[in-house]
């Protein structure tokens, strides 16, 4: 009797074999001349993207130059807080794929997608005060992934009237994965092909949706990267990456797999810690100079001491609360300032003692920094106008602006003297000093006739933010409140009186919520 190939395969966890990577390969080909609908890969750097990418890229070279007519266009999310080490990787990576593309005539365009500058991740939890990502409060997967990958595909979809978004997404990632795509699989407008709920007029076809991890990699092994990368390099990373610094691709359910290593964005707080990154430390004495991005991510992500350095109005001045507590809200002037300063100083830090290609790394971008400078100065009121001093005391140089526009009558100086002012006279008012300065500030820029519409309004509006005298003052106030409205028959927050509290419970809104 003839041996069972894919049943031996399937003892060592490989399920793939030749033959049906030769029929997926046909069936990728049959459904790009099917149409006319051009492609988007979503391309990571990952092993997943990778296979699926060397798999739509093997299957267009076997066709005629003639028949590779429609666009496959290759997308990567950059949230510009990547690990630099994986940037640099699909940084040259995309490179490559270009060259090689254009001298093999392949219909290939890659796309460096990035979030809009109003939405990244600095300018959000440095400028605005977000609190850092956690799961009652995920506010920057949206803004940072999703939101430039749909505006791109809004784009194509204009243009094009219908685009099929080709992933690499796969059932054995997780259990939640494969019953949304198994769901989904009832749906589909004809094989292979599934809608997009979020979005109309978009395919999705995962034609690596049945293989386990080690199906990938074996894949990735025995097939050559098709544009010239090393798929072994790519198991290399994946190695260090892995606490153990092992990686095999034919495993026992109980031993470990380069499938849970976790490549993406090093300020990421999802995780309690980020293992990845440890291990490519722990694993590399190259990768030693990432030490300061682990400790300065794993102390702004300490949730246990995380309230105190947020102030107890929330993101528009207002108070909330549960539970007999104030929702905590943004981070206070003093912490935003401090992590700024260490951000720059690990960014020198690393500049002049890391490796020689990232010598020129920026953690940070100057048109984040100049955002950021705004959002203090105008939407904060902080007219002390902190930021170039902090950038010039760390990067020993001007900060570059040349399109800012200052307020004349206000600086650094008059800051701290209105600060000793308050000091002196209000010691117990821990709200004081906010309210003058947001109170001057608002005066100030309205002081040209046509500026003075709805200024009354403006004043009143800092004095309604400011006026207690602390937390516990605040807690009264809004305590009173909801009992009044409470004793008269209106509506009010009924979570304040409860006794159990759910964790995380303050941050069931959305930071940028409007008072009601």
């Known amino acids: 009797m003839a041996k069972c190939e894919t049943c031996e395969a399937n003892k060592q966890g490989v399920t793939i074999t030749k033959d049906i990577v030769e029929g997926l390969m046909e069936t990728v080909r049959s459904l790009y001349l099917a149409d006319d609908i051009p492609w988007v890969i979503g391309y990571s750097g990952g092993k997943d993207s990778t296979a699926t990418l060397q798999l739509v890229w093997l299957s267009l070279l076997a066709l005629p130059k003639e028949k590779r007519k429609k666009t496959v266009h290759i997308i990567n999310t950059d949230t510009m807080v990547e690990s630099p080490v994986i940037e640099k990787w699909v940084t040259k990576s995309l490179s490559i794929m270009d060259e090689s593309a254009q001298k093999a005539e392949l219909p290939f365009i890659t796309h460096r997608l990035t979030p809009d500058l109003n939405n990244t991740f600095w300018v959000n939890f440095i400028g ?6 956690r799961k009652k409060l995920r506010w920057c997967t949206d803004r940072l992934k999703i939101q430039p990958v749909n505006n791109f595909v809004k784009s194509a979809i204009a243009e094009y009237g219908e685009i099929i978004m080709v992933l690499g997404t796969r059932k054995a990632e997780s259990q939640r994965r494969a019953r949304t795509m198994a769901y989904y699989e009832k749906k589909r407008v004809r094989e292979l092909l599934s809608p997009n ?31 010239g990368y090393s798929n072994q390099e790519l198991l290399t990373l994946y190695r260090g990456a892995t606490a153990d610094n092992e990686c095999p691709m034919m495993v026992e359910k109980n031993l470990p797999s380069c499938g849970k290593s976790r490549f993406g964005c090093w300020v990421c707080t999802m995780v309690e810690k980020d293992k990845s990154m440890e291990a490519m430390i722990a694993n590399d004495d190259e990768k030693a100079w990432m030490t300061p991005l682990l400790e300065f991510r794993n102390r702004f992500g300490d949730e246990e001491h995380d309230r105190e350095r947020r102030s107890f109005k929330k993101m528009q001045g207002y108070l909330q609360g549960s539970y007999g507590k104030l929702h905590h809200g943004p981070y206070k002037k003093e912490v935003r300032e401090q992590w700024l300063r260490e951000l720059l100083e690990i960014q020198v830090e690393i500049n002049q003692n890391g490796p020689e290609e990232f010598a020129d790394l920026e953690l940070i971008t100057k048109e984040e920094l100049r955002n950021i400078r705004r959002i203090w100065v105008y939407d904060k009121h902080e007219f002390d106008d902190s930021l170039p001093r902090i950038y010039k005391s760390v990067l020993k140089k001007e900060f570059e602006d040349p399109d800012w526009i200052g307020s004349e009558a206000y600086g650094h100086s008059e800051w701290e003297i209105l600060r000793e002012t308050c000091l002196d006279l209000f010691p117990e008012e821990e709200l004081s000093f906010e309210l003058l300065y947001s109170l001057l500030d608002t005066e100030n820029r309205a002081n040209s006739v046509n500026q003075r519409k709805g200024i009354l309004d403006s004043l009143e509006k800092c004095v309604k933010h400011n006026f207690y005298a602390n937390e516990e003052d605040a807690t009264q106030y809004y305590t009173r409140q909801l009992e009044r409205k409470k004793n008269l028959g209106g509506r009010y927050n ?17 930071p940028e919520e409007e008072e009601s």
């Open 197 to 227: 709920p979020t979005m109309a007029n978009e395919l999705v076809f995962s034609p690596l949706e049945e293989w386990n991890d080690n199906d990938v990699w074996v894949f990735l092994m025995q097939y050559k990267n098709p544009w």
């Open 494 to 510: 009924e979570k304040f009186f409860a006794h159990i509290q759910d964790e995380g419970e303050e941050f069931d809104d959305v």
């Open 128 to 133: 605005r005060g977000y609190p850092f990502p």
